[in-house]
């Protein structure tokens, strides 16, 4: 099939009202936006409400435009860290669209060739964390392409069901950090579960997952974002009538801004979520200088 690639202009919102035509009027077409970072889409934000989300309910026209977002904490600052994933979950529902942030090539793969193969059609929005182009622990057999299927969840295999004690739910790059250190600390009683798609949100499954944990005594949701962004407050609405109805939660604190501007405060930021989330011991002179915010830096106040 052809293969064709283009560089568009920075007109977010007439480039993406393009794309959503282009799809709507060749349906058997893969037709694909990627933003240079995550937050470009707000120049488009008016597409997005109107027709990406929206169209299905209002007119009862499918398109199956894929949108691809770079987001993750990466100390880039606050206008190329966040996709803003809260706006997306906000205005999911009846099904509308797809909500996707994967943690491997293949699960990525799987999810490009769903949205084609489907004989129907909904928005896929992807958020694509940058690090992970080169992470060498991102990468997947051969076979997970050719036989394998796009996965909602991904349980824990480094650890046995048995000895877990707490259960940390994550979606996107934030899980490698994870991962990293529970294996550099070499953890044997917490487990990471991944959430590879957050709408359709795959609630059978999390509470599959967790039941397996029988010992386990928490189950914890991670992100990297601020408490009031990010997937948490579409969880905390959707799981409050779920057996995750006293989830935890590791995040930023609130936040008016999706980043910081300081890359040392990040890297600060980011060690605290990793030691809270294990629950490490975190001193009051670190836990201070995690939740620090810019007026202070400042001396605003």
Same mark, same amino acid.
């Given at each position: 099939a052809p293969f064709d690639i283009y560089n568009s202009h920075l007109s977010e919102y007439g480039v993406l009202g393009f794309e959503y035509g282009y799809a709507m009027a060749n349906p058997k077409a893969l037709t694909i936006w990627e933003a240079q970072f995550g937050d470009f889409f707000n120049g488009a934000q008016i597409v997005i %409400?109107?027709?990406?989300? #929206? !169209?299905?309910? $209002?007119?009862?026209?499918?398109?199956?435009?894929v949108m691809l977002l770079p987001h993750g904490y990466e100390g880039q600052g606050p206008e190329h860290s966040s996709a803003r994933i809260e706006r997306f979950m906000e205005l999911c529902a009846d099904y509308n669209m797809q909500v996707a942030n994967c943690t491997t090539p293949a699960n990525f793969f799987h999810a490009l060739r769903r949205q084609f193969k489907r004989d129907f059609r909904k928005p896929l929005v992807v958020f694509t964390p940058k690090s992970l182009l080169r992470h060498p622990q991102c990468?997947?057999?051969?076979?997970?392409?050719?036989?394998?299927?796009?996965?909602?969840?991904?349980? %824990?295999?480094?650890?046995? #069901? !048995?000895?877990? $004690?707490?259960?940390?739910?994550?979606?996107?790059?934030?899980?490698?950090?994870?991962l990293e250190k529970q294996q550099?600390?070499?953890?044997?009683?917490v487990a990471i579960v991944r959430l590879e798609q957050l709408y359709p949100l795959p609630v059978e499954q999390m509470e599959a997952v967790y039941k397996k944990y029988k010992n386990a005594k928490d189950a914890v949701w991670v992100q990297e974002e601020p408490e009031n962004m990010g997937a948490w407050p579409y969880l905390l609405r959707k799981l409050r009538k779920t057996i995750f109805g006293d989830i935890e939660l590791v995040s930023r604190k609130e936040s008016s801004s999706t980043a910081t501007g300081f890359a040392k405060q990040h890297a600060d930021q980011q060690a605290y979520i990793l030691a809270k989330a294990f629950e490490m011991?975190?001193?009051?002179?670190?836990?201070?200088?995690?939740?620090?915010?810019?007026?202070?830096?400042?001396?605003?106040?």
């Open positions: %409400d109107q027709y990406i989300a #929206s !169209a299905e309910t $209002k007119w009862q026209r499918e398109n199956g435009l990468v997947s057999p051969l076979v997970d392409f050719t036989e394998g299927k796009f996965q909602e969840i991904i349980d %824990d295999t480094n650890v046995k #069901s !048995a000895a877990v $004690k707490r259960v940390l739910f994550c979606s996107g790059k934030i899980y490698y950090e994870l550099k600390d070499q953890i044997k009683d011991a975190v001193t009051a002179q670190e836990k201070n200088i995690a939740n620090k915010s810019v007026s202070k830096v400042f001396n605003v106040d």
